[in-house]
């Protein structure tokens, strides 16, 4: 089967780091592009990080820029989030996603999600 | 940042019946490549969004074909052909032209 699992939410104070990881099985995970995506309590889906299927090249949304550090473990078919200086606003249901690039740009595959709090 | 602008936000649906959902971008989502990047998602409560359409009006694998995909441009619209119990949820739109955006979602609910 194919799927992506996510670990690592957890309740954590402003200021303070966290570092979410992905698993993935039933994909040859190496050639995908990767992504995080989140989703605030109550509202809609914001792009959050994309990384290459070697890691060459990162691409992130304005307001993570210089705080979160996408990577990935091809060997462990793994993907990370780095996120460091949280803020409140990064509370967020966190997806790990395959990005289906360059043919079709969208996200054809996601994970169940995990819950980042941010407390103030 | 190309903006996504939903309508409605809300859609109360009659079993059996059609629904659409419009979606509407602040700029041209053709892209250099003559590809436009338009998909649609579907959250079920609980559970975490799946893909429905990409590229304006092809079919996810294992999408029924009672979901359609239309539009160009700067205008779009998902429609149900007949609406089911289990299409409750809330619908997205996302372009991937320049980056990626998503509309506010709109929810569906069965009157």
């Known amino acids: 089967e194919v799927q992506l699992v996510e670990s690592g939410g957890d309740l954590v104070q402003l200021g303070g780091s966290l570092r979410l990881s992905c698993a993935a099985s039933g994909l040859t995970f190496s050639i995908h592009w990767m992504s995080w995506l989140r989703q605030a309590p109550g509202k809609g889906l914001e792009w959050v990080a994309n990384i290459k299927g070697d890691g060459s090249e990162k691409f992130y949304v304005d307001s993570v820029k210089g705080r979160f550090t996408a990577s990935r473990d091809n060997a462990k078919r793994s993907l990370y989030l780095q996120m460091d200086s949280l803020r409140v606003e990064d509370t967020a249901v966190y997806y790990c996603a395959r990005l289906n690039f360059p043919d079709y740009r969208y996200f054809d595959l996601w994970g169940q999600g995990t819950l980042v709090t941010v407390s103030s | 940042d190309i903006v996504m602008t939903q309508s409605p936000l809300y859609l109360p649906v009659t079993l059996g019946q059609p629904a659409s959902i419009s979606c509407r971008s602040s700029q041209s989502l053709l892209h250099s490549d003559g590809n436009t990047y338009l998909s649609w998602f579907q959250q079920r409560p609980g559970h975490s969004p799946r893909p429905l359409i990409y590229?304006?009006?092809n079919r996810d694998s294992g999408v029924p074909d009672r979901f359609s995909g239309s539009g160009s441009g700067t205008d779009f619209t998902l429609t149900i052909s007949r609406v089911e119990a289990e299409d409750v949820g809330v619908y997205y739109c996302?372009?991937?032209?320049?980056?990626?955006?998503f509309g506010q979602g709109t929810k569906v609910e069965i009157k």
């Open positions: 996302m372009q991937g032209t320049l980056w990626w955006t």
């Open positions: 590229k304006v009006s």
